[in-house]
């Protein structure tokens, strides 16, 4: 087999939600090798590996120690990443980190200094670019389907989050709460759809202090674009849900999650509903084995990443913003992006010269 | 009850007048000075204003929003009881004069969220704890343009920002026995480049208690619309959530000759009869407030102000306490 062709031996290190969801995503992948799985949490980890028949790793020593493994996949909480991302690419690794990219401007801003220096992929899980529905969105507007965009609303709903063992979403400076961990998903579609916004406004609960329940609104200004308001729940009984609107001159385009699934499955009451319906097998539309797919090629000398560090730092530091905002219950301006990548370039430049 | 309404150019003028018909109530004439709109008013005799204040027991005050204060305070100067279309005022200098020419105790405000049943219910659910201590909520009042003099700001002294925003923030306001202290707000005007007001709008407003909430009050429905927009209302708190769609309970038609789908409301519970009902008793009772107070109308109206002055300065707005 060629090099270029050979899939990208892959470990995933975090064996929550979203470690879970990617080597699943990651076992049905061809474009990727599945080698082994290490969390913090050793049981997650080694139910995770059982399940998707990879191997479990005792520490992330091992982990970078396994010279089969060249790329690893860091979906640990938030305020961890930066750390095992610059431990990785210290050894030589390939690095794709889930969303947010870290809890921090400075330690993002960090990362992509050392993944230039390296020369390393670094991806991020930016993912929601590879949801159908929300391409859809994207090709209707550029048809100009809705005219001139006017008022555009994004929003994404779920539980208080209880799903990770020790409740890190609960601290709101391993998080962000929902402001960060979540709208920045639709922070990603009005800067996909739309362009840089150069101003925040937002309120925010905060996911510290009601057991994790949270609730922001926020209203971005997007040169020329319409008025973009963003709204994430942690607070949802229901459970997940996302929608979108956007209105303009010409019509309205609306979407919402619920009650459209192509397929249902409940049990009659006199059945129990979690052993009788097999698990879906992740298809070709899968948003994050495409994701991985791109991430593989990238390392393989493919097109450069949709979802790389710039645009990561882009993302979180409008997320941010909002928390900002929100303290000083008042008005955000933004810098413009290429302007706080100059100053990023210029300084190191200046410290590659003094090496020099 | 001999009701008299004056100005009908309001888009809920005629529904209000057969809310009164319907509610028992005698309409004994109405005013309008537009030739047009004399022309289209089928449901009563035009006559001019001073004969309609002697004529009728009650006032509705329906033109249009430039219109609203110098009726408002000839009825009320009358000594009739008024329900005054929203908002109470055009502008800052209309409610100046409002607030100094009106009797405030003979002015019920034409809000009618509240009385819808679903809003009852939640604020019933509330006071009872269903939500626990309540956050923060998320609010649209979406409409198609509604035409005519709302797109001029010589009548109407603002767009949707001015048609829609009070109907929610009065409703929390309701809903919490709260107050709003700040908003921030933006505005867009890109679907009806002829008109000089904004078509589109987003405010987010602060409460006393420390809630927050944001309301789309947009004229964002296309014509193509099944209906005229919505009214919907999600409050989270630290025990549950609160959803609020007085408008979900609707068919779907789909009529080849409408060339698009339209929604046929079914629910039996009509939140501008009721509206209409609680002010045929208030003109009768005389009670010292009545049940939209004037108070909570100036309220709303000094949110919207606050609104504006927030999409002028860019930053949020402190609400003008009164």
Redesign the interface.
Known sequence: MEDAERPVGLAIIGAGLMGSQHAASASACRDVHLVGTWGADADQAAQLAQRTGCERFSSYEQVLDDPRVEAVLIATPTSTHDELALIAMAAGRHAFVEKPVTRTLEDALTLRRVARASGLVLGVGHVIRYFPEYRAIRDALERGDVGTPAVATFGRRCQQPDWAPDRWHTDMSRSGGVAVDMLIHDVDLVRWYFGEPTEVYARVVGSDRHEGLDYALATLTVPDGPICHLHGSWAEPEGFSQSAEVCGSDGMLSYDSRGRDEFSFMAHATHDSATALPPPPPGEQDPFGRQLVDFARAIRGGAPLPGDIDWAIGSLRIALAMLESNDQRDVVPLEPLHELFAREDAAMATIAGGVA | MKVGILGTRHVHADGLAECVANCGGTLVGATERDADARAAWTRTELVDRDELLERADAIIVAGTNRERVDDVVAATSAGLPTLAEKPVAADADELARLLDEADPALVMVALPVRFAASLRRARTAIAAGAIGTP??A?GTNHGQFPGGWFGRRADAGGGALQDHVVHLSDALCWLLDDRIT?A?A???Q??HPDNDVE????V?L?FESGF???I?S?W???A??PTWGDVWLEL?G?A??IRIDPMATHLDLYSDSAAKLQHVGYSDDDMTAAMVRAFLEFARERPTTSPVSFAEGVHASDVVLAAYASVDS???EPVTTR
């Open positions: 956050l923060a998320r700040r921030y933006r505005a867009s890109v679907m078509d589109c709008g987003v987010t602060d927050f909430a944001s789309d947009s964002s429905r296309p193509s619309f989270v630290t549950g959530r860019g930053r949020p």
